[in-house]
């Protein structure tokens, strides 16, 4: 049986999880309006769910380090293929689904693939490269 234990840098991924934390607060932040109108959630995020929010960023970006580290992503090219592709199999398609089948509004769909876009190509590509 092959050794399983993968090597990873964990300040790479600290790093990510923390610029990618940042990058949705500054991505929301600019799209706010637009947000406004095509969600019903408040506007304010309670304290509380900013650190389910870093956490929530770190075991993606503990998942994405694990799947780069384990196919051998080694240059940001690469890294960002495998964002892409993370992206169009993972949120994009479960953001399809609630549009089909919870009639959630293609925008606000749209606005959270955005979202997710943007840190998924930056956890890829930070953790991909940063050995």
Known sequence: ???LMIEMNYLAIIVAAVAAFLAAGGYYAALQKQLEKFSS???DMPRWLLGVEVA???VVTAVIAGLAAGIGIASWP???LLGLALW???PVMLLL???LHEKVA???AALHAGDWLVKLLLIAVIVG???
Request: aromatic letters at 12%; charged letters at 15%; proline letters at 4%.
């Open 1 to 3: 049986m092959e050794n």
């Open 41 to 43: 959630a408040p506007a």
């Open 56 to 58: 929530k960023h770190l």
């Open 78 to 80: 690469t890294a960002v």
């Open 88 to 90: 169009v199999g993972f």
């Open 97 to 99: 689904g609630s549009v």
């Open 106 to 108: 293609w925008r606000l």
């Open 129 to 131: 490269v940063w050995k």
